[in-house]
């Protein structure tokens, strides 16, 4: 695709990108990252047509995260060595050509061997993300930022009501097809409109690695970042992992109920731009305990909600855990892509790295606490989590501004 399209001329990074481009980003986004979470609902039907039990069924969603977390950390560094616009189509062809063997699995292992590779290629999302602020004017980089995670988490959350929709209509398998033509289209539009964006020459794929755990121990204020998000996705995937299990098994919803269910969810995607015009008024400190205590309280809520048979108040809770999360992310991202505009490859794959392990580890706990202790124990292991993140977020000190690499003398605080 990249040699038979010609990329259009690179935005200036002083201006503002086009509307048209700014929501080609976001759905691009949106669309990657859904392949994801297409399975999480769908645990109850895959589990048992491949052979695994039911303690095991938490390995369908996690492998997909294991996977973006393998290639978050070791393609998306990519982008600070090799022109972003044909790394990101060369990913789309692995994106299709998983999306293709897992409709075709017959195995268990078939299946996780392509939701891996598919998990892998949809890091994709996380170049267009740091490339998406490159192209932003610093004064409204947290803005665009809000934008595009905003897309990306609308399409983490719409993926699992889509998803029960088409299994519903055709099976589980229906899913990954149409999925496969949406990936498509995605990737025609994208070899059409995505600039290119070639980085500054330097540095090899070895030596970018081996910076890495430098980066790492070199930026506080990443490390903790990735810890707040760690714990705030861990609690996200044991939330939305074992949710259709307790919907089908105490409420008796079907796939449509499923469905409906995981659209009060989507609605928390509204909050992403808010975060974004927060964290350019300097309010991300107060933002992220905000978010870190939201988190800590819908899961309260949703233990007492699960034992009295309250759907609603699940619902409520919901929507709490999904907004909060995606405040934070924006918050986390705005304030690391303000650390150095020739590293935003790195910090955001050592950054989301983190995050994916942790929502990994959310997903196969919450399965495996599901089936020994009910919804009781997930409740409890997400509350674990949200409180874990505000133990540390109480030893920060006095939140100092961070100045943008960029050359903007704009104040990023740090926490």
Known sequence: MSHTLPAPPVPSASGELSPSLLLLFAAACGLLVANIYYAQPLIGLIAPDLGLPDSLA?????????????GLLMLVPLADCVENRRLVLILLGGVVASLVAIAASTAAWSFLAATLTLGLCAAAAQILVPLASQLAAPAHRGRVVGNVMAGLLAGIMLARPLASVLAQWGGWRAVFVVSTVLVCALAVALGRKLPRRAPQAGLSYGAILRSMPGLLARNPLLRRRAFYQAMMFAAFTAFWTATPLLLVEQFG???????AFALCGAAGALVAPLAGRLADRGLTRAGTFGAL???????????????????????????????????????SLR????????QRGRLNALFMTSVFVGGACGSTLAGALYAAYGWHGVALLGSAFGLAALALFATEGRARPLPAADGARRQAQSR
């Open 293 to 331: 205590a939201c988190v800590t309280l819908s899961f309260a809520a949703t233990g007492w909600a699960g034992q009295a048979s309250t759907v609603l108040w699940l619902a409520l809770a919901a929507i709490g855990i999904d907004a909060a999360v995606q405040v934070c992310q924006v918050l």
């Open 335 to 342: 304030a690391i892509f303000m650390l150095a505009p020739e």
């Open 253 to 259: 919803f079907g796939q449509y109920g499923i469905a």
């Open 58 to 70: 938490g390995i369908v969603v996690a492998c997909a995260q294991l996977g973006y977390g393998v």
